[in-house]
């Protein structure tokens, strides 16, 4: 029976299609799904940069796990699940340290890949918090 960091690698690793292939292809989408796949691969321990966006958000680590504290006060960083962490670092940088994009773009993409990498709960849990962040400026 796989454990749930294996189901969380092949689903990391393994590339999936999906019915809106437009999107999937979109090259806003894959920077996204690049950026997380630095961070999440920062976080367990491989230190190799593989974007400059990562660079950067790394940069703002202190800053970005801050807010998610204050979002998720349930949830010490240390405790969060790491692709969880990865997806929220990464769309809390695009909306606090580089907002071109709209706010409920950010939002629906950061839910997307977390319900498609993540677990079961992920895209709840990511959606909680962005929401949080984004309720409380509004």
Known sequence: MPTL?????Q????PQLSKDVKSKLDPRHLRR????Q????????NSKII???????ISHLPEID???SKFAPKWPIDKINHLDLAVLRCAIWE??????TPPKVVIDEAVEIAKEYGTDTSGSFVNGVLGGIINQHD
């Open 51 to 57: 974007t400059a966006d990562s660079e950067e958000i």
């Open 33 to 36: 799904i690049k950026n997380m």
């Open 11 to 14: 689903r990391f690793c393994l």
């Open 38 to 45: 630095s961070l999440f691969a920062n976080q367990i321990g």
């Open 66 to 68: 801050e807010i998610i």
């Open 5 to 9: 960091r294996s189901k969380q690698t």
């Open 95 to 100: 909306l606090k340290f580089h907002p071109k």
